[in-house]
DNA sequence: ATCGCCATGTTATAATATAACATACGTTTA
DNA sequence: TAAACGTATGTTATATTATAACATGGCGAT
């Protein structure tokens, strides 16, 4: 059984693993989802995509922007947010609200409702699924309303900066 | 058995209801809560806290700061932001990422980990507890990852919107 | 070849939030 | 009682995040 290391547990973004397998498959993915759909699969796009696919870091828009300028590309505000629009359309990138910052998606490719865990000290970002989250919105239908997004973020102390902080 | 409305069903608040028990049942349970904690209860921070009772709206800072304003009071954004943190500080108002807005608490005086449900159309806000909201953190915890809190905004339709769009 | 689409670029500004410092007033303390 | 202090409010300036509106340029379809 062959199984996708970043697929199975959340909590390894929090730690060393094989960051390449994480790029790579996503890079792929997202030429992959760009073919089919017949959208185009610009440089700016795909450096934009590089960045949040660099670590599990959060980006800023403005950090994006900085980062923009450094490779030569335009860096005013809209450059940067219509870019992060598409990807978030796309699937392929979150905003987190807790931090006003974006983040590669990590369940590439399924229709899902994510949710995320913050760790509030390295603000690393793990996406996990609805199931792992332990939200069932379906619950909470008994009241008169027609749910339709959630909006998940879960902040604490990941194991990493848990582990540091002992010491 | 007695019950209090504001209790039983968050979705009340997106319908007809007893305006005038929620206001006076929150106004109460400030007052009683400053006097114990020995907080001053001023003119500010109760003109601001009556604002956000005023119905269900959520309040942006600088919606805020137009009424105080014209309530005669300071207007500069610190002054709202300050006694906002305050209410939120003291458990009687939560803000709402979704909206950069803020509302007063509907679960006055007890500790809990609270999920709104945020109608898109109308931008009503009702809050709803942990276990109502389908959400168990529980769950998360197979991750390495130590949760401290989390922030949950469903988004979708009221009631009295969705009865409005169907007509 | 030109028209239209769409990505990118530019300019300006809106919306949200905080830092740093000033004033005012009641309480404690010398 | 006067000085010292704490805390709320007020003010000035600025930081941070985001969007509106319009301009340019390439590229494929007709």
């Known amino acids: 059984m062959k199984k ?3 697929q199975k547990y959340a909590s390894i973004i929090f730690k060393k693993h094989n ?3 994480c790029f790579n ?3 792929k993915a997202f030429q992959k989802h760009c073919f089919e759909k017949n959208l185009k699969l610009t ?3 795909i450096k934009v995509f590089e960045f949040l696919l660099r670590d599990h870091q959060p980006l800023g828009a403005y950090q994006i922007l900085d980062m923009l300028r ?3 590309f335009g860096s005013t505000p809209p450059i940067a947010y219509r870019v992060l629009d598409f990807l978030i359309e796309q699937g392929f990138a979150h905003k987190i609200k807790r ?3 974006f983040v590669a998606c990590s369940h590439l490719g399924s229709t899902h409702s994510p949710a995320f865990m913050i760790c509030r000290k390295c603000e690393k970002v793990a ?3 609805e199931k792992e989250s332990g939200v069932n919105l379906k619950k909470a239908a008994p009241f008169d309303f027609k749910i339709e997004e959630a909006v998940i973020e879960v902040i604490g102390l990941c194991i990493s900066c848990i582990t540091v902080e002992a010491t």
Chains 1, 2 share one sequence.
């Open 4 to 6: 996708n290391p970043t």
């Open 127 to 129: 996406e996990i699924n």
């Open 43 to 45: 440089p700016l796009r």
């Open 99 to 101: 931090l006003n910052a």
């Open 25 to 27: 498959n996503a890079m």
């Open 19 to 21: 960051h390449n397998v």
């Open 70 to 72: 450094d490779s030569g």
